[in-house]
């Protein structure tokens, strides 16, 4: 890398590992949009060669014509060459910290995805980690880092975004910086400056914690919705109604969520990432996990007393994980097809946004086919939809109730 006064000359200011994804591409475009030189490095080369097309390969409103500007105006580029890491001052890694096989924390993934590309790590660079990582993972990452012999400092720098959101909470959200040392905290906040206003810095432990704090809040208040909603409609009382009703102008009831599926990428893995680090020893998120991976078969449970499953074609509308969202990563959706293929005549999934599952039919032949249809995922095109046949409704799309 060519110097100038004894400083490397980087010719990008960002490069994003693994930036493809539904958390790097954002942010590589929102750093693009604010004018900074951004390059992303990321193994899926169909992945690269989509976004170097001007395209996203998922849908993230508000993130296209953004990406097609950039793009255009040469700000944004994506390689599948580890060597472009090297050409950046800031080197951000999107690359989170998965459960195994056995649902404990892979502290390993984050150091074994940097080793292909650490012969291009380069001093004067800040390394910056980004996804939800397992307490001491930045220090492990520290370690690779010296090991290496390469002057570069750390960072730990959560994303805060919700999916679909990405291109208003990048710019509206605190955002939480942690480093080790004094510079290395003023480079991250410098950085992070370009998108957001309001700088939150904490410890790189203060920092990893918050991250799963967070998660694993949203988790818990989810679970006691359904555990909530499941006591109600063992009762035959509607849970939505009483929702509404306790809410209404009572401002310490307005956060309660209503019922519904609680899945995706995150929550799950990191309330075990969470447990783990306790020792085990965290009975509210163990207890939050059954409950909220148990909805599908409780729903399926129900549905038994009131219909004979065996002789019904069961069409379920919605496999994303989330309403308005073609993601299905962890979607309870997906259990809830595998628990109805056992027990129903057939299964019809559809889904207006999903176009990864050759298996989903469209819509029309699902209402077509189906004896019993299930709301899999709230998406805002089920909220008009007119049927005669009986709907399992838990998440109260059509506004007629959630009881089953």
């Keep these: ?10 010719t990008r ?31 899926n080369s169909a992945a690269v060669e989509t976004v170097n097309s001007a395209e996203l390969p998922f849908d993230e409103p508000g993130a296209a014509d953004v990406l097609k500007r950039v793009v255009a105006e040469e700000r944004l580029m994506a390689s599948a060459a580890p060597e472009m890491v090297a050409s950046a001052e800031h080197v951000v890694v999107v690359i989170g910290t998965p459960v195994d096989e056995h649902l404990n924390p892979d502290v390993a993934a984050i150091p074994d995805a940097l080793r292909p590309c650490a012969g291009y790590l380069r001093d004067g660079q800040l390394l910056i980690l980004r996804s939800t990582v397992y307490p001491g993972v930045t220090a492990l990452v520290e370690k690779m880092v010296a090991e290496l012999g390469v002057a570069m ?34 480079r991250a906040s410098a950085l992070f400056a370009r998108l957001t206003e309001t700088l ?21 208040k989810f679970a006691t919705a359904n ?62 996990m059954t409950i909220n991976e148990g909805l599908p078969l409780y729903l ?27 993601d299905i990563r962890s979607s309870l959706s997906y259990k809830l097809r595998r628990v109805l293929a056992f027990k129903a005549k057939a299964v019809l999934c559809s889904d207006p946004y999903v176009r990864v599952d050759p298996e989903l039919v469209p819509l029309d032949d699902v209402l077509a086919a189906a004896d019993l249809l299930v709301i899999g995922a709230p998406h805002p095109e089920y909220r008009g939809l007119s049927t005669t046949k009986p709907v399992a409704d838990i998440w109260n799309v059509l506004g007629k109730g959630v009881q089953v």
Aim: charged share 20%.
């Design 1 to 10: 890398m060519p110097e100038s006064g004894g400083r490397p000359l980087f």
């Design 13 to 43: 200011d960002v490069v994003i590992i693994g930036g493809c994804g539904h958390v790097g591409l954002p942010l590589a475009i929102a750093f693009a949009d604010r004018g900074l030189r951004v390059g992303i490095y990321d193994v």
């Design 153 to 186: 400092e750390v960072a730990f720098c959560p994303e805060r975004i919700a999916e679909g959101k990405a291109m208003t909470e990048l710019f509206e959200l605190p955002q939480i910086v942690s480093s080790r040392t004094d510079s290395g905290l003023a």
């Design 200 to 220: 939150v810095p904490m410890t790189p432990e203060e920092a990893e914690l918050a991250k799963l704090f967070t998660n694993v809040w949203r988790y818990i």
């Design 227 to 288: 555990q909530l909603y499941m006591m109600a409609n063992d009762r035959g009382l509607d849970f939505e109604r009483i929702r509404q009703g306790l809410g209404t102008e009572y401002p310490r009831a307005a956060d309660l969520p209503g019922a519904g599926f609680a899945a995706g990428p995150c929550l799950f893995k990191d309330t075990m990432q969470l447990a783990a680090y306790n020792n085990n020893n965290f009975a509210l998120g163990h207890t939050a």
């Design 300 to 326: 399926v449970g129900r549905l038994e007393q009131r219909f004979n499953l065996a002789e019904m074609t069961v069409g379920i509308l919605g496999m994303a994980f989330k309403g308005g969202s073609d």
